[in-house]
């Protein structure tokens, strides 16, 4: 099965099935009915968002208030990434828990992110291009976040802080309070 849930629930890994030949290689990037037999997902995407990045860039970390929240389905179509996510919903288990994941072209792996985390990537390579699937609109209104380097989350973003480069809208999020997180 390619679709492994991670230690945090509802935060799925799909792992496609590559087939390679003399010409190159064939995949299904994506398959609603897959999808949702091996996940039970059944909310459709209807925004796809494709950002180009140079090395150090961090975007993140980022969610929109409901009810605007956001599913996104991650990917990384060149270089690489370590994909970052926070379980901001409250009534969860692993509320406050985050979770890395190396994705990248060569790897060909996708996270599911769930609406109620926060998500952000910083890029690994000398640039990535990431492209993402979401399950609902863009709402600026409802725009919101973490910032990245939160003494208490405690991120490790693999790359030297010296050299990490972010928004200045990235660089003025609020730190990690529970009482502001509206999940
Ligand atoms: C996210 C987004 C941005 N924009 C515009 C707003 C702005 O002028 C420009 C750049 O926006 P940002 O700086 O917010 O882009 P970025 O920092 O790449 O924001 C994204 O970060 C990653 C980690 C996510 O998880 C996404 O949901 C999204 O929040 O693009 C849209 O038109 N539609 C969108 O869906």
Redesign the pocket.
Known sequence: MPFTETPLKDLWLFEPRIFEDDRGYFYESFNQNEFTKATGITSPFI?D?H?F?KKGVL??????KPPHA?A?L?KVIQGTIWDVVVDLRKDSPTFSQHLGFELSAGNKKQLY?PQGFA???IVLSDSAE?L?K?DN??A?QA?S?IIYNDSDLAIDWKIDSSNIII?E??AVLATFQPSNIPF
């Open positions: 925004q968002n950002s990045s975007r993140g970390l980022h969610f929109q956001q996104k991650i992110v998500h952000g990537f990431v993402y979401c609109f863009y600026p725009e976040g928004s809208k990235d």
